[in-house]
Structure formats: structure tokens, C-alpha cells
């Protein structure tokens, strides 16, 4: 057996590198362990402890430098050793970087449209080289307004998760509002009025969809066969649910919700031949039948 990589500085260098290691990491530890003990407040012990890691970690790269440098054969692989070594405790900020080229590259969003992402939605006020800034829409906030706070999110997570850009090439979403009459109801009259309330809204926008629908389909293989608003009915425990499904401006869902919805009801409220449902007991007497 060749016992001559004992004899070789690099054999060395590895030794020392192992009993530094092994020195830093248990100092570490028991500083570690008397902030644990000594500091009650969380937030002063949380930083403390940080500082300790970060500042012996400098210290342990700066013996490796002092160990490994005399062996290494040029300052090229030096370069190369350092490199590596950044690349792999920076991993994550060179892929917020890498996402920050993507995203002005490709244009995977920009300021002002509204986006989706790990269930964070929000409209776009910021992109920066490391994260972007949203206005965050929805959480317990309904119909997709505002919650008045500030999000960043880091660009990282676009090589991660699925982006849902609600406005770019295309601004408008479909919507639905569900509408529950009686089985009493005339339900096919009520099916007209709604469609017709939907149908006043839609004539505003059918121009810039159709032009937005062509613009698109020059880029993407898209093709919407319908654009018009539509009701769909089903027969449900209680009544018969009209669903009417229309396109809206993303930004404006709830506003165009409540506009029709109010002009239904008005319309509704004329008719005495239809009714909302809703959640009721009925009880039948058989003929004959006695009360117990």
C-alpha cells in the first residue's frame, strides 16, 4: 500500500481543515447555548445568535484561505475554490437575481398588473433586483380588493411556482354570480332578466375584448368561441340556481358583481311570479293521518 499521500501537505491541509471545523463548530455551539441561557428577550437572543454564526463563519473561511492557500497550486484555482464557495453559500440570492433578469427579459409581469403566486395575490408596485413588491388583493379581504398591506416576495420563486398574471395580454376574467329561486318561481323569466342585465354590461367591452382576443391570438393559440354572457341552471335541494357567467375587468369584479346584482334585484323585486329561495322545512299532513 502507497503510503504517500500521508506524507503530502494536502493530507495535512484536510486534517486541519477537519480540527478547525470540529473547534469552530463546538464554540459556536456553547456561545450559543449561554445566549440561550443568560438573554430572556427573543428578539435580542434571536440576533445575538446570528451574529455568532455569521461572525465564525467568517472566521472559518478565513482559516481555510490560511490553510489551503500555501497547497493550492495558482491563484486561479484559488479563484475557482472561492467561487464555488460563494456560489453555494449565495445560491439563493443569485437565483433572485437570476428571476430578476427573467422577469424583465421575458416580461413575466410588470409593475402595475395584478399577479398570483404561492398564494400571495397583490398588484405589482415594485421589481426589484431581489424581490417584487405587491399591494396585496383578497385574503379576507372578498372579491379581490385591496387589504392595505405591502407583500415582497422573492424573485426566486419564479424557476419554483406558477405565476398567474391576471391582466397581461388579457384584462378581463369570467365571473360568475350565483342567483337561487323557488321551484315555484318562473325560473325561465328570471333566466332571461339576468341574461339580459349581463348582456347591458357586456356591450360596453366587447369591442376591446374582441380586439385583445385577436392581439393574443397572434402570440398564443388561443381561441374563445364565446364572449357573451351565459346562464346555466340546476336544480338544487332547495330551488333552481341561475348561474350567470360573464367577462369583467380583473379590477373591477366586485363593482361589476354588485352593479348587476342590483339591477336584478330590482327587476326581481317587480315580478311577483318569482321568488329567492332558501333553506326551508316543510312539513305535510297525510290525509287521515293524526297529530301525535
Same mark, same amino acid.
Request: hydrophobic letters at 45%; a positive charge.
Given at each position: ?9 494536502? =493530507?495535512?491541509?484536510?486534517? +486541519?481543515?477537519?480540527? *478547525?471545523?470540529?473547534?469552530? $463548530? ?29 461572525? =465564525? ?17 495558482? +491563484?486561479? !484555482? ?30 413575466? $409581469? ?5 399577479? /398570483? ?31 392595505? #398591506? ?5 424573485? *426566486?420563486?419564479? =424557476?419554483?411556482?406558477?405565476? =398567474?398574471?391576471? !391582466?397581461?395580454?388579457? /384584462? ?51 381561441? +374563445? ?6 346562464? +346555466? ?11 350567470? #357567467? ?12 354588485? *352593479? ?9 323585486? #317587480? ?22
Amino acid at each position: 500500500m502507497d503510503f504517500s499521500f500521508y506524507k503530502t501537505p494536502y =493530507f495535512y491541509n484536510i486534517i +486541519y481543515t477537519f480540527l *478547525s471545523f470540529i473547534i469552530i $463548530y463546538f464554540i459556536t455551539r456553547f456561545l450559543r447555548r449561554l445566549v440561550n441561557i443568560h438573554i430572556q428577550d427573543l428578539k435580542r437572543r434571536h440576533r445575538i445568535r446570528k451574529a455568532i454564526f455569521y461572525c =465564525f463563519s467568517v472566521i472559518f473561511i478565513l482559516i481555510l484561505f490560511g490553510i489551503w492557500t500555501t497547497a493550492l497550486p495558482s +491563484y486561479t !484555482t484559488l479563484v475557482g475554490f472561492i467561487g464555488a464557495g460563494l456560489a453555494l453559500a449565495l445560491h439563493e440570492a443569485v437565483l433572485c437575481i437570476a428571476g430578476w433578469i427573467l422577469i424583465n427579459v421575458k416580461k413575466t $409581469y410588470e409593475v402595475g398588473e395584478r399577479i /398570483e403566486a404561492n398564494n400571495i395575490k397583490g398588484d405589482v408596485i415594485d421589481i426589484g433586483v431581489f424581490h417584487t413588491v405587491l399591494i396585496e388583493v383578497g385574503n379576507w379581504v372578498d372579491a379581490d380588493q385591496s387589504t392595505g #398591506r405591502i407583500v415582497s416576495i422573492p424573485n *426566486s420563486y419564479v =424557476f419554483r411556482q406558477p405565476i =398567474f398574471n391576471y !391582466t397581461k395580454e388579457f /384584462e378581463y376574467i369570467w365571473n360568475e354570480i350565483p342567483i337561487l329561486v323557488t321551484f315555484e318561481s318562473n325560473w325561465r323569466k328570471g333566466k332571461d332578466i339576468i341574461l339580459a342585465t349581463a348582456q347591458e354590461n357586456a356591450d360596453e367591452t366587447r369591442q376591446a375584448m374582441n380586439k385583445l382576443i385577436e392581439k393574443m391570438s397572434d402570440r398564443y393559440m388561443v381561441h +374563445y368561441s364565446k364572449l357573451t354572457p351565459v346562464v +346555466y341552471t340546476r336544480i338544487m335541494d332547495c330551488g333552481v340556481l341561475l348561474t350567470l #357567467r360573464y367577462l369583467t375587468d380583473a379590477k373591477k369584479r366586485r363593482t361589476s358583481a354588485d *352593479s348587476i346584482t342590483q339591477k336584478i334585484l330590482d327587476a326581481f323585486q #317587480r315580478l311577483p311570479d318569482i321568488d329567492f329561495a332558501y333553506p326551508t322545512t316543510r312539513f305535510y299532513q297525510m290525509p287521515g293521518e293524526e297529530k301525535k
